[in-house]
């Protein structure tokens, strides 16, 4: 069984940063392509940025040079840093192992002064 459990979401002032962490369960986590997604209100989930099991990443070109994707194997983790935060970034957040449909239970950072 699959856990996803993330954390490090707040509020925060613009031009701030936080870091997020999700931290998974599996024994072979090293080979799982993550993903972090975001959802705010009214608004379809979008998948902001990704990395595959060799450290590749990608990004939504929203977030592309203030975001940044990692993950540590030896922790069975990803984390998602994010910097020059705007109130456009106010969502609840998610990491996916993708591919499939294990999704963390999300966590809300809120941008705001």
């Known amino acids: 069984q699959v856990q996803l459990v993330e954390s490090g979401g707040g509020l925060v002032q613009p031009g701030g940063s936080l870091r997020l962490s999700c931290v998974a369960s599996g024994s072979i986590f090293s080979m799982w392509f993550m993903g972090w997604y975001r959802q705010a209100p009214g608004k379809q989930r979008e998948l902001v940025a990704q990395?595959?099991?060799?450290?590749?990443?990608n990004y939504a070109d929203s977030v592309k040079g203030r975001f940044t994707i990692s993950r540590d194997n030896a922790k069975n983790t990803v984390y998602l840093q994010m910097n020059s935060l705007k109130p456009e970034d106010t969502a609840v957040y998610y990491c996916r192992r993708l591919g499939t449909n294990y999704w963390g239970q999300g966590t809300q950072v809120t941008v705001s002064s």
């Open positions: 990395i595959t099991s060799d450290g590749h990443t």
